[in-house]
């Protein structure tokens, strides 16, 4: 559903992706790994066209997205839910409000069938009995919870994580995996993983993308990750937190 042909980016004079070709799996978690300012949120931004490449294609389903505006972009943007790294709730809504808030925004739907979406959300994502509860009062993996749900309410065919245990304990980062493999297992979505956590690429992702310097140097299946000669994916398995 999602491809990038030859695509360069520029920002302020500076090269922030060079020449990135991929596709991503439909029906499968693709992590995007890399040390910080290699340019992984900035790949789910070009994905949902919230910036444009300097040169290249971004094509999501057959159809290249790269130069559309905002009212073109909106049926390939329902295609896919995207899940920011601080969430991006309302406090003021309930838990309720805020999933079905863009519904009730975009589409044209009778209040049943909003409410029913937002129902089968809630109960898929364990959090009936807190429909009525602002984010305030959650935990961080149930505020994270309630933001997957909000993206999946479109009833997407791809949602994109851009970070998704960041901030929480080692506990929640586990139950929110978990949380992921289940979308992909009992829903058959794919999922688009932006992360610099590498133990969440080894649990959750069936394909890792590697960044490095605005190049793609690694994609494949995380367990060959040992096998790669590049010295960043050496140094990267080695001590992680070093980047």
């Known amino acids: 559903m999602i491809e990038f042909k030859d695509v360069f980016l520029y920002y302020s004079g500076r090269q922030v992706l060079d020449g990135i ?23 789910i931004k070009l994905m949902l066209g919230l910036i444009q490449p300097t040169y290249g294609q971004v094509i999501v ?10 009212e073109q972009l909106f049926p390939y943007r329902k295609k896919m839910g995207i899940v920011f790294q601080g969430n991006a ?4 809504m309930t838990v309720g409000e805020n999933m079905g808030f863009f519904l009730r925004e975009n589409l ?20 009936e009995t807190h429909e009525h509860h602002l ?10 919870r309630v933001a997957i749900g909000r993206a999946l309410i479109f009833e997407p065919e791809m949602v994109l ?7 929480l304990d080692p506990v929640s980062s586990n139950k929110i995996l978990s949380f992921i493999k289940q979308l992909n297992n009992e829903k058959g979505l794919g999922a688009v993983m932006v992360t610099h956590i590498i133990s969440d690429v080894f649990a959750a992702a069936d394909v890792v993308l590697i960044l490095y ?19 960043f994916v050496q140094s990267f398995l080695r001590d992680p937190e070093e980047w």
């Open 213 to 231: 310097q605005g190049r793609i140097i690694f994609y494949d299946a995380p367990e060959k990750m040992k096998d790669s000669d590049h010295p």
């Open 135 to 144: 984010p305030d009062s959650l935990s961080g993996g149930m505020r994270k």
């Open 61 to 70: 389903d057959g159809v290249d997205i790269s130069r559309f505006s905002e």
């Open 161 to 167: 994580f851009d970070e998704p245990t960041a901030g």
């Open 21 to 43: 070709s991929m596709q991503i799996p439909d029906g499968k978690i693709t992590a995007i790994l890399g040390p910080s300012g290699s340019g992984k949120s900035t790949i």
């Open 108 to 127: 044209d739907l009778p209040d049943e069938e909003v409410s029913r979406r937002v129902h089968d959300q809630l109960k898929f994502a364990g959090l």
């Open 89 to 92: 709730l309302f406090d003021s």
